[in-house]
């Protein structure tokens, strides 16, 4: 069994990883620990542009690399079998195209609980994945 973990390193991301720890526990599943970061930055001369810029964007990428790391590092001590994955895109299109293709039993994602008239004006990731998963979606809520 496969479970695809998407985290976004908020505050919901230990409990999102606790349950998702207990549940491959309990399965004897694997964990994927996937976290999408946002596309390039979408203005003009972003290729030939400032390389100030592209060398903070970097910045970031390398900071949330060694963060998925070393969450996944934290679950394989636990005896799990955790695999970190980092991609670039839009977040859930990329979710559902990778729970595809690693053919995920299950996601197990975090509920952020904005309420309905952030996700009216905002959208909703949460959202977006669970109406377009093939597979069961396991959500977390990010309160007590």
Do not use: N
Not at 23 to 40: I, K, N, Q
Request: glycine residues 8%.
């Amino acid at each position: 069994m496969r479970l695809l973990v998407p985290i976004d390193f908020s505050p919901a991301t230990g409990r999102t990883l606790a349950v998702a720890a207990r549940f491959a526990r309990d399965t004897g599943a694997s964990l994927w620990l996937l976290h999408v970061a946002e596309p390039d930055p979408a203005f003009v001369g972003w290729d030939a542009g400032s390389a100030s810029v592209r060398d903070q964007v970097a910045q970031v990428m390398r900071r949330e690399h060694r963060e998925l790391q070393a969450h996944a590092d934290a679950l394989r001590e636990q005896g799990l079998d955790a695999t970190a994955l980092l991609l670039q895109g839009p977040v859930a299109a990329t979710i559902l195209a990778e729970a595809e293709r690693l053919h995920a039993d299950t996601l197990v994602m975090a509920s952020h609980g904005h309420g309905a008239m952030f996700d009216l004006l905002v959208g909703s990731i949460g959202q977006a994945v669970l109406r377009g998963s093939k597979v069961p979606v396991l959500v977390v809520p990010a309160r007590d």
